[in-house]
């Protein structure tokens, strides 16, 4: 009997001590929890306890405070993204603008001819429709990013949507002097896509070859396990940045003079993902390849 007592009292005497420890420790996790939360900082919860039950807690709290510091990190990210994208929205409207204005005003107050007036009149609408494309380019990257809708898919021979593509600007190409190469196995290529927004990647990918390049445009197709599609051609900005050419709003210096939003890779890209394609960019010393794979 006495011998049970003792014992009893030894496990009395042990649950006491674990209990303060365990209030302690609670103590200490309060401590820490308030400093993760109040401060900028990488620590994470740990404890000494041998408790399965605690130390599962202190996982389950650690998994918290990682997404809500991943979370907090690519906030900012996005915050410095949009302070950047309004910057470039800001300079890309009042470019032109600012120069519409510069001749409505040369119009209004210098002694110049009517036929001279009329050349200045059509630099105008040059500018202001150059801000139309803008604005319209503004609204419907917005209007993409917003929806989240899946596009609707169906058989699409690729073959016709990129030549239809190509075809649209043979004429751009041919004014300047230059071609458009395709290399394309003759035989029908059927993709489950999206006709539309198909034609806007490929379209999008030919008008930033024709905008931003002088020499010819080479797109080749190949089909084997995968559909991959390239257009190459010489590269004119040696700055540019690979890893960033598909970012909103990302553009060369020089480039940004002519009035370009950034914005075609960057729909490009969009349009490619709801298909489940993959797009991506490779440059050598004098080329410039951008890349789109497509499941079979």
Do not use: W
Not at 194 to 223: C, M, P, Q, W
């Amino acid at each position: 009997m006495i011998f049970i007592i003792i014992f009893l009292i030894i496990i009395i005497f042990i649950l006491a001590i674990y209990l303060f420890l365990e209030k302690k420790e609670f103590r200490r996790l309060k401590k820490e929890i308030s400093k993760i939360k109040n401060e900028d900082t990488n620590l994470l919860l740990h404890t000494e306890l041998p408790s399965k039950e605690f130390n599962e807690m202190i996982l389950e709290l650690n998994k918290i405070f990682v997404d809500v510091r991943d979370k907090k990190i690519d906030t900012d990210r996005k915050n410095n993204q949009l302070m950047k994208m309004m910057t470039n929205i800001s300079h890309d409207l009042r470019t032109p603008l600012t120069s519409a204005i510069g001749y409505i005003d040369m119009i209004l107050n210098s002694n110049i001819s009517e036929e001279d007036k009329i050349n200045e009149l059509h630099i105008i609408e040059g500018r202001l429709k150059k801000l139309e494309e803008l604005i319209n380019s503004f609204f419907e990257f917005s209007k993409i990013i917003s929806d989240n809708k899946n596009p609707e898919i169906e058989k699409v021979n690729l073959n016709i949507v990129l030549e239809n593509c190509i075809a649209n600007y043979y004429e751009d190409y041919k004014n300047a002097n230059r071609e458009i190469i395709l290399n394309c196995t003759k035989n029908k290529i059927i993709i489950n896509s999206n006709r539309k927004l198909l034609t806007r990647i490929f379209d999008n990918l030919i008008g930033n070859a024709y905008k931003h390049s002088i020499s010819n445009l080479e797109i080749k197709v190949d089909v084997k396990n995968k559909i991959v599609i390239t257009f190459m051609n010489d590269l004119q900005y040696k700055e540019l940045d690979i890893e960033k050419m598909f970012d909103e709003f990302y553009t060369v210096d020089i480039s940004r003079t002519k009035g370009n939003t950034g914005l075609g890779l960057a729909i490009a890209k969009e349009f490619t993902e709801q298909l489940n394609g993959k797009i991506y960019a490779d440059k050598s010393e004098n080329k410039i390849k951008i890349v789109l794979e497509f499941s079979i």
